[in-house]
């Protein structure tokens, strides 16, 4: 069997597997990054999945990372929450660490929000700001579309001239002004990884517009594009570093500040569905 066809197949296999059992089908799908899954709790939780229950999921080898799929109720929304992501520094394709929302898509959910941890490239931010992603670059040498296309889940050539839904973005300034949260906006950037940016190397992601880097969120935000979803996107500052003045980066410090910005997230995101209309 040609390898596309072969993900079609186990894409269906697994949306199968899922609708038999799902409670709903979700009106959103929410991926939480590194350290983020303050959320979680808040959520009345109708039906889990750990990953390695769903027929073909991959597996994360990063221990942030929960493995589970969550279906549950928050704010009068029906969710699904993807609690843990694949990386392609784990040494997936592109097509298989977005395999998961892959799967989901096929329940023609209307929204995706999907959050990361992000290093600040932009001098004016600070550790532990949240930055609400405007637009993306990908530096990830692939992508998930690459391939045979299914027309049904999605044009050839999607457009991304506003991968970032203007709506939500709008709404999102709009609940956290109320809330009383600094919300940045930017520009992320996505590199392959694992090994964290040198200082030439954080000096030309700078000069080419980059306001945050990581090494997730833009293989996924274009399978939500392709299947027709609006997109918000947060990412959490864990660090900001100054190609002049470098400070070494340690992954454990990452992880530290993104669980010290987790309630606030997770307010922000709650104030944000319960406003949110569909």
């Known amino acids: 069997m040609p390898v596309n066809e072969e993900y079609f197949k186990k894409v269906e296999e697994a949306f199968d597997f899922l609708k038999e059992k799902a409670p709903f089908s979700p009106e ?95 001098l004016d931010f600070e550790m532990g700001d949240l930055m609400l992603i405007k637009d993306h670059i990908n530096l990830i040498p692939d992508n998930p579309l690459r391939g045979k296309n299914k027309d049904e889940w999605g044009p050839r050539f999607p457009d991304l001239s506003e991968a970032y839904s203007k709506r939500l973005r709008e709404l999102m300034k709009e609940v956290a002004e109320k809330e009383g949260v600094r919300l940045r906006e930017g520009v992320y950037v996505a590199v392959p990884g694992p090994s964290l940016e040198t200082p030439a190397e954080t000096r030309f992601l700078r000069i080419i517009g980059a306001d945050a880097v990581g090494m997730s969120t833009v293989p996924e935000v274009i399978v939500a594009v392709h299947a027709g979803m609006e997109v918000l996107g947060i990412s959490v500052i864990s660090n900001v570093n100054d190609p002049d003045n470098f400070k070494p980066i340690l992954f454990s410090e990452v992880v530290r500040e993104s669980k010290k910005a987790e309630k606030k997230l997770g307010r922000l995101i709650r104030a944000f569905l319960r406003e949110l209309k569909v």
């Open 28 to 122: 959103i799908v929410i991926t939480l990054g590194t350290g983020l899954s303050e959320l979680v709790r808040e959520v009345k939780a109708l039906a889990r999945f750990p990953y390695s229950h769903i027929p073909h999921f991959p597996i994360s080898t990063v221990e942030t990372h929960a493995g589970e799929l969550l279906f549950g109720e928050l704010e009068g929304k029906k969710l699904a929450i993807l609690r843990g992501r694949f990386h392609f520094y784990e040494g997936y394709s592109a097509k298989e660490l977005t395999f998961p929302l892959r799967v989901l898509t096929l329940f023609s959910p209307k929204i995706y929000i999907v959050s990361n941890a992000a290093g600040g490239l932009n």
